[in-house]
């Protein structure tokens, strides 16, 4: 009954894996789309103004921020499989995910990235608005609990 229930919970953990990395390649073809549209845009406004290149840096970084979505994404997927379906696949040196404290400390650290790149693209957007100061503080707030989060972990691994 129990071997039962483990094989059944791999198979569950299997859908997940397929869903994310569907999710990750959904959003990445997004992404490069948005590029391409971004540049022929700038291109059909032609001339070199300050506004177009506002209107292009702000277009470039939120498909940057859905490129950083899409690696989230990439990651669960290959975390999950690595932790539920098969351990011993291969996975990059830089991805090294024996536990779930792994595959969260990477999802922290992209989620970190995402919120920087959130920050910035508002900076480009509202230059000089007070009411940036506001989401700074916010966000600064969010990163150093995120941070606090994954130097908890790091340190209960060692």
């Known amino acids: ?10 198979y569950v953990a299997f859908v997940a894996v397929v ?10 073809l997004y992404g490069a789309a948005v590029v391409a549209e971004v540049i022929f845009s700038a291109i059909k406004q032609g001339g070199f103004q300050l506004q177009s290149g506002k209107t292009l840096a702000v277009g470039l970084i939120e498909a940057i921020d859905v ?3 899409a690696i989230v994404a990439l990651v669960t997927g290959l975390g999950l499989h690595r932790l ?6 291969p996975l990059p040196r830089w991805l090294k995910i024996d536990d779930l404290e792994d595959l969260k400390g ?7 990235a995402v919120l920087a790149v959130l920050f910035l693209r508002q900076s480009v957007e509202r230059a000089g608005d007070l009411d940036l100061l ?3 503080v916010a966000l600064a707030l969010m990163i150093a609990v995120l941070v ?4 908890r972990g790091i340190g209960r691994k060692e």
């Open 19 to 28: 869903a994310a990395l569907a999710a990750s390649v959904a959003l990445i």
């Open 134 to 136: 506001s989401l700074a």
């Open 1 to 10: 009954m129990l071997q039962r229930t483990v094989t059944l919970g791999r």
């Open 148 to 151: 606090f989060f994954l130097s």
């Open 84 to 89: 539920f379906v098969d351990e011993a696949v």
């Open 106 to 112: 990477y999802l922290v650290s992209i989620v970190i």
């Open 67 to 69: 490129f950083l979505i």
